[in-house]
């Protein structure tokens, strides 16, 4: 599937790099007073599940940690990709 020539792909890339380069930049700049806003967020998740073996020991989970700097860098993400 294409949006104007291009791939799905590149557009999951994209967003992909915004949530992860917002989120850090977030946590970053969210340790001083003027921007405390950017850290603020959300986790959520899947619990962990741990399946015993005796001999090998499994631990399943997801936890996804979204902070407002994070959706912020989606956005810039699907702008920039928009515009190339």
């Given at each position: 599937m ?11 890339l ?8 917002g989120?850090?930049?977030g946590?970053?700049l969210?340790?001083f007073d003027f921007?405390y ?6 986790t ?11 001999v090998?020991?499994?631990t ?8 407002l700097a994070s959706v912020?860098g989606?956005?810039?993400a699907?702008?920039v990709h928009?515009?190339m």
């Amino acid at each position: 599937m294409t949006l104007k020539g291009k791939s799905t792909w590149s557009l999951i890339l994209f967003l992909m790099c915004g949530i992860v380069l917002g989120g850090f930049i977030g946590e970053l700049l969210g340790q001083f007073d003027f921007f405390y806003w950017l850290a603020y967020g959300k986790t959520f998740g899947i619990p962990t599940v741990t399946l015993n073996l005796s001999v090998l020991q499994l631990t399943f989970g997801l936890q996804i940690t979204l902070n407002l700097a994070s959706v912020l860098g989606m956005c810039v993400a699907l702008f920039v990709h928009r515009k190339m």
